[in-house]
């Protein structure tokens, strides 16, 4: 079983709508959790950190189920611009272990 | 601006011919690492350092080596490159063990022929 898994993908959605991407890890050490985007041929940039209480930024929200191993994030009215692959982070023991998911790759359609 | 810088950004050399990959940061962070990013299997690290002189392998570190000796810089050392080297590299940085996340550079696309 891999480390970390996401939604195989591709989403192409349209414009407007609403998506949410999945993920889950294996290793129930891990401590700290992130989502990170990354356009293609580029460097992967941090979208948002996961808390355990759920947190939001503007259009975006994440949820963190400790006990299922389970992250996920959500993108509400989607623009162009969100078009991007997106990576599930996990770091265990808040050290240099950063496990990246593959990457579930979204197309927002005008 | 708060960055890590790769240089070069393309690089194409030929077997065997060594070459450097260097990185720097501005933020003083205490850990910065090297990724390598291929189709099909993401993101994998290769070596990591937590601070001055202190390096580690990660989970890719065959035929790369690493070298720590200011907070700052972080290069990456291909001392005889392969074919099976041809790969996005990207550097990365962080403060140190928090919550806080990698920033990355912007990338080198190395082709070697």
């Known amino acids: 079983r891999k480390e970390v898994e996401q939604d195989p993908g591709p989403f192409n959605v349209p414009e407007g709508a609403t998506v949410a991407f999945n993920c889950t890890y294996s290793?129930?050490?891990?401590?700290?959790f992130f989502w990170y985007r990354q356009d293609c041929r580029k460097e992967p940039k941090l979208l948002m950190s996961?808390?355990?209480s759920g947190n939001e930024d503007g259009r975006f929200t994440a949820q963190l189920n400790r006990a299922s191993q389970y992250i996920s994030l959500l993108i509400r009215d989607s623009k162009l611009s969100d078009s991007a692959t997106y990576l599930c982070?996990?770091?265990?023991?808040?050290?240099?272990?950063?496990?990246f998911g593959p990457g579930t790759r979204l197309s927002v359609l005008p | 601006e708060a960055q890590v810088t790769q240089n070069p950004r393309y690089l194409i050399t030929v077997t065997g011919k060594k070459l450097t990959v260097t990185c720097s940061q501005n933020?003083?962070?205490?850990?910065m690492s090297w990724y390598r990013q291929d189709p099909g299997l993401g993101l994998r690290q290769i070596y990591y350092?937590?601070?001055?002189?202190?390096?580690d392998k990660g989970d890719v570190p065959e035929g790369y080596k690493v070298s720590r000796k200011e907070k700052r810089n972080f290069p990456l050392i291909l001392e005889s490159p392969s074919p099976n080297q041809t790969s996005l590299y990207f550097c990365?940085?962080?403060?140190?063990?928090?919550?806080?996340?990698?920033?990355f550079g912007s990338g080198t696309r190395l082709t070697v022929v």
């Open positions: 990365a940085s962080r403060p140190g063990p928090t919550v806080y996340g990698y920033t």
């Open positions: 290793n129930s050490a891990s401590q700290s």
């Open positions: 996961v808390y355990s």
């Open positions: 982070v996990v770091n265990v023991d808040y050290g240099q272990n950063f496990v």
């Open positions: 933020m003083n962070h205490e850990y």
């Open positions: 350092s937590m601070n001055v002189e202190v390096t």
